[in-house]
């Protein structure tokens, strides 16, 4: 889980198992900051007093040395119990700062704006987000935009809880599932026009996406697909590969490759009803 904000002082709570040891790790881009990492016991709170101080960090920074504080915390209570960390900027000017946690819940705020870590938060790659795969709803540990130059993040958005060729199964979740979704929709656009650059690429995913006319900074310009296309699109057509793929998204799946005027598909390994019957399989497997 990974929290990304600016400046002040903060509270997130989270639970850890009984004899369970978690990890918390704070660093942040001014050196010139001096920041300190704070955890308390949540417990407290959930009764309406004030969280308890347990422990903070008081190493010296701000003078160029690193900009990082970590801090172990160990739950002997017996019972699952809620903690939390704070944040307290003892000097120098405001900064953006990232959180960790290794061996504990699910934060409470977990994904706050400018929430993606790098590489996603890279101004030049395609960062996709997850949504659930029959909802359509964004999963809750989908990270959110913008980065930290006020670029619009995620790109667009691909379904999880799905099946791929190594793994079947509901537990399929994470942006790392969805990804793949994003990478193969490029690998089909980059086989019909292989002389499009990065940029082309990423504009070609984003224009056509579910939200193309309404990005928002939590699903990007939406879900990635080929078959809609949104009015401003009007170039850039006619390849066989191309119009395969849009006749699959609109016309269905049928036997054999589709004639649309003048083009067809050639001859492939992989008929286009083989590869319906697999996807088929795949997909009941994880109803």
């Not at 395609?126 to 995620?154: C, E, F």
């Not at 958005?157 to 799905?162: A, C, K, W």
């Amino acid at each position: 889980w990974i929290e990304v904000t600016s400046g002040g002082i903060e509270h997130n709570a989270f639970t850890i198992n009984p004899e369970d040891t978690a990890e918390v790790s704070l660093s942040w881009n001014n050196p010139a900051t001096d920041l300190d990492l704070c955890l308390f016991d949540m417990q407290v709170a959930t009764t309406g007093g004030p969280p308890t101080l347990i422990v903070c960090t008081e190493n010296p920074q701000g003078s160029g040395e690193p900009a990082t504080e970590l801090l172990e915390l160990s739950n002997k209570t017996g019972a699952a119990h809620r903690y939390g960390y704070g944040l307290v900027r003892r000097s120098g000017p405001q900064t953006t700062y990232e959180t960790r946690t290794w061996g504990t819940g699910p934060l409470t705020h977990a994904n706050p704006a400018a929430s993606i870590g790098v590489p996603g938060n890279m101004a030049d790659v395609i960062t996709v987000g997850a949504v659930a795969w029959d909802t359509g709803r964004l999963q809750p540990y989908s990270a959110w935009g913008p980065n930290h130059m006020g670029d619009r993040k995620p790109e667009v958005v691909g379904p999880d809880e799905t099946a791929t060729s190594g793994w079947v199964g509901a537990d399929n979740t994470g942006t790392s599932y969805a990804a793949p979704h994003v990478a193969g929709l490029v690998a089909l656009m980059l086989g019909a026009a292989p002389e499009m650059s990065p940029s082309q690429v990423k504009s070609r995913i984003t224009d056509r996406a579910s939200l193309a006319e309404t990005p928002d900074y939590k699903h990007g310009w939406g879900v990635a697909q080929l078959g809609n296309l949104p009015s401003a699109i009007t170039a850039i057509r006619g390849h066989w590969a191309e119009v395969a793929i849009d006749w699959a998204f609109t016309g269905g799946i049928t036997d054999g490759c589709p004639t649309l005027k003048e083009l067809t598909c050639p001859d492939l390994a992989v008929t286009r009803d083989e590869m319906f019957t697999f996807l088929q399989r795949l997909g009941s497997a994880t109803s």
